[in-house]
């Protein structure tokens, strides 16, 4: 850092301590680490930020700030980087719009990319879900055009912002291993949109990433036959996204591809896994939607389950139900061997099958540990736990209850119903986090936090009539506190400490 940018970092107000992140991330001093420049050559191409009529901070994530060394920065210095997006000391000189291509909704694109925002800088935290430091990105979304964004405006709505506040806060309390919203800022254009009353208020949003390396970015060098750059793109992953070996009798199990696909696809599963205990439908689950790290990201059509149905979508425009809540473990095993054929370029395929072979399983163990975890319960072996799991969804099906209500209810084994279900929690014991959060208030609530669509249109409605933020800030310390309650979330597979 430079003496004068450290001079008014230790000038600026501190922030008042916050809560610890629910995944139990360490307070970190900045530290950055901008080790995609080695790849921007051909992974990215070199923009500038839109210029915004105003800029007013909506949101800041303190308790993410602590972990990457910004919580210092006052709300003017915050706005200059997350609203003018001035570089971070030390990190990336210029924006990155980076590269991919995808198959979205099965159909292969070329023509994508970043079109309405960038990787910003990459930084280490200290470490956080059960993991040691690592290497995170802080990218955007509505920050201006790029060469990417096919006659689009490069914006993002107010709503949308809002809406990827909520989908990201309820996740993470939920043990799903996703991005966190950095910030949001209000830029003072009017949109115009298809899918929303227009205009609209528009907005600029950072994330922060476990990467942004995506399958989408292996298939665009795949068809275009850059065989070194997909070697340096896969040492560049095993390298800053650490991982375990793949099994010992795994075929080709030294060569750095397929170590990758092992790797890729027990996150994935996990990810899949982590969208049914939540009861989450992510809704456009292309490949260019689909981080290396395993790391669920980039919120758009998204919807809470209001009663369990496996045929629930979340876009208006997926007419075929292709991402309904009950075929996303399918969808993401498809996106994982769309990685492997793009590999192709590398391996021979033997040992990439063998790789993809592994995802059912994985997940299947995936989803009782995830389920178990949001219960409370546990585990008492795979027959038994399969079991339980069959029942819940038996129950929530006759009784029309959400996920939501149910788990809530009957945390920890509390409150068990009469019938199957009831004898099937009596006989469980409570894990050693339900008993340690069982006297958390929340708990004495009548019902949980709920983002349910009318739910989520409710605290819109009062932001855009309004511009009333208390209905979003009173949700958000709602969805904390059930995480807090909750306890530390799973750690994700497939990555080593």
């Given at each position: 850092?430079?003496?004068?940018?450290?001079?008014?970092q230790?000038?600026a107000?501190?922030a008042a301590?916050q809560?610890?992140p629910q995944?139990?991330?360490?307070?970190?001093?900045?530290?950055?680490d901008?080790?995609i420049?080695?790849?921007?050559?051909?992974l990215?191409?070199?923009?500038e930020?839109?210029?915004?009529?105003?800029?007013?901070?909506r949101?800041?994530?303190?308790?993410?700030?602590?972990a990457?060394?910004?919580?210092?920065?006052?709300?003017?210095q915050w706005?200059?980087?997350?609203?003018?997006?001035r570089?971070?000391p030390?990190?990336?000189?210029?924006?990155?719009?980076?590269?991919?291509?995808?198959?979205q909704?099965?159909s292969y694109?070329?023509?994508i990319?970043?079109g309405?925002?960038f990787l910003?800088?990459?930084?280490?935290d200290?470490?956080?879900?059960?993991?040691?430091?690592r290497?995170?990105?802080?990218?955007t979304?509505?920050?201006?055009t790029?060469?990417?964004?096919r006659?689009g405006?490069?914006?993002?709505?107010?709503?949308g912002?809002m809406?990827?506040?909520?989908?990201?806060?309820m996740?993470?309390?939920?043990?799903t291993?996703?991005?966190?919203?950095?910030s949001?800022?209000e830029?003072?254009e009017?949109l115009?949109?298809?899918d929303?009353?227009s205009?609209?208020?528009?907005a600029?949003?950072?994330?922060?990433s476990?990467?942004?390396?995506?399958?989408?970015?292996f298939?665009r060098?795949l068809?275009?036959?850059?065989r070194d750059?997909?070697?340096?793109?896969?040492?560049?992953?095993l390298?800053?996204?650490p991982?375990?070996?793949?099994?010992?009798?795994?075929?080709g199990r030294?060569?750095?591809?397929?170590i990758?696909?092992?790797?890729?696809?027990?996150?994935?599963?996990?990810m899949?896994?982590s969208?049914?205990?939540?009861?989450?439908?992510?809704?456009?689950l292309?490949?260019?939607?689909?981080?290396?790290?395993?790391?669920?990201?980039?919120?758009?059509?998204?919807?809470?389950?209001?009663t369990?149905?496996?045929?629930f979508?979340?876009?208006?425009?997926?007419?075929?139900g292709?991402?309904?809540?009950?075929r996303?473990g399918?969808?993401?095993?498809?996106?994982?061997?769309?990685?492997a054929?793009?590999l192709?370029l590398l391996?021979?395929?033997?040992p990439?099958?063998?790789?993809?072979?592994?995802?059912?399983?994985?997940?299947?163990a995936?989803v009782?540990?995830?389920?178990?975890?949001?219960?409370?319960?546990?585990?008492?072996g795979?027959?038994?736990?399969?079991?339980?799991?069959?029942?819940?969804?038996t129950?929530?099906i006759?009784?029309?209850?959400?996920?939501?209500?149910?788990?809530?209810?009957?945390?920890?084994g509390?409150?068990?119903?009469s019938g199957?279900?009831?004898e099937l929690?009596?006989?469980?014991?409570?894990?050693?986090?339900?008993?340690?959060g069982?006297?958390?208030?929340i708990?004495?609530?009548?019902?949980p936090p709920?983002?349910?669509?009318?739910e989520?249109?409710?605290?819109?409605?009062a932001?855009?009539?309004?511009?009333?933020w208390a209905?979003l800030?009173?949700?958000?310390?709602?969805?904390?506190?059930l995480g807090e309650?909750?306890g530390?979330?799973?750690?994700?597979?497939g990555?080593?400490?």
């Amino acid at each position: 850092m430079r003496p004068e940018q450290q001079a008014a970092q230790q000038a600026a107000p501190q922030a008042a301590p916050q809560a610890a992140p629910q995944a139990g991330a360490r307070a970190a001093p900045y530290r950055p680490d901008p080790a995609i420049a080695s790849l921007a050559p051909w992974l990215g191409d070199a923009v500038e930020p839109a210029g915004f009529p105003s800029r007013i901070l909506r949101f800041r994530n303190q308790r993410w700030a602590a972990a990457v060394g910004l919580e210092g920065l006052n709300d003017e210095q915050w706005l200059e980087h997350f609203g003018r997006f001035r570089p971070l000391p030390e990190n990336l000189p210029q924006p990155l719009a980076l590269r991919y291509h995808g198959h979205q909704f099965r159909s292969y694109n070329p023509e994508i990319g970043d079109g309405r925002g960038f990787l910003f800088a990459q930084l280490r935290d200290g470490g956080a879900y059960g993991l040691g430091p690592r290497l995170l990105d802080l990218g955007t979304k509505g920050s201006g055009t790029t060469p990417y964004s096919r006659q689009g405006d490069g914006r993002l709505t107010l709503k949308g912002a809002m809406r990827e506040i909520l989908a990201t806060e309820m996740l993470e309390a939920l043990g799903t291993y996703t991005s966190k919203t950095f910030s949001v800022v209000e830029t003072g254009e009017s949109l115009w949109r298809g899918d929303e009353p227009s205009p609209t208020r528009s907005a600029v949003l950072t994330r922060l990433s476990h990467g942004h390396i995506r399958i989408g970015s292996f298939q665009r060098l795949l068809a275009l036959e850059e065989r070194d750059n997909m070697a340096a793109l896969v040492d560049y992953c095993l390298n800053h996204f650490p991982g375990p070996l793949p099994p010992e009798d795994a075929p080709g199990r030294d060569e750095p591809a397929v170590i990758l696909v092992h790797q890729a696809v027990e996150r994935l599963a996990d990810m899949a896994a982590s969208y049914g205990a939540a009861g989450f439908v992510h809704g456009v689950l292309n490949t260019d939607n689909m981080a290396i790290t395993g790391e669920s990201f980039d919120y758009g059509p998204w919807r809470f389950l209001p009663t369990w149905d496996a045929n629930f979508t979340a876009a208006y425009f997926d007419h075929s139900g292709l991402y309904a809540f009950g075929r996303q473990g399918e969808a993401i095993a498809w996106n994982c061997a769309q990685l492997a054929i793009a590999l192709r370029l590398l391996v021979s395929a033997p040992p990439l099958i063998a790789a993809l072979e592994r995802f059912d399983g994985l997940y299947q163990a995936a989803v009782r540990r995830r389920v178990l975890w949001r219960l409370g319960l546990e585990a008492a072996g795979v027959d038994e736990d399969i079991a339980l799991m069959a029942m819940l969804g038996t129950y929530m099906i006759e009784t029309g209850q959400s996920p939501d209500s149910v788990f809530f209810a009957h945390r920890g084994g509390r409150n068990a119903p009469s019938g199957p279900l009831g004898e099937l929690l009596a006989a469980r014991r409570p894990s050693a986090e339900a008993e340690a959060g069982a006297d958390h208030p929340i708990w004495a609530e009548a019902a949980p936090p709920s983002l349910i669509l009318p739910e989520v249109e409710r605290i819109w409605a009062a932001i855009d009539a309004h511009d009333d933020w208390a209905p979003l800030q009173a949700m958000v310390g709602q969805i904390r506190a059930l995480g807090e309650a909750l306890g530390t979330a799973p750690q994700p597979a497939g990555h080593t400490a």
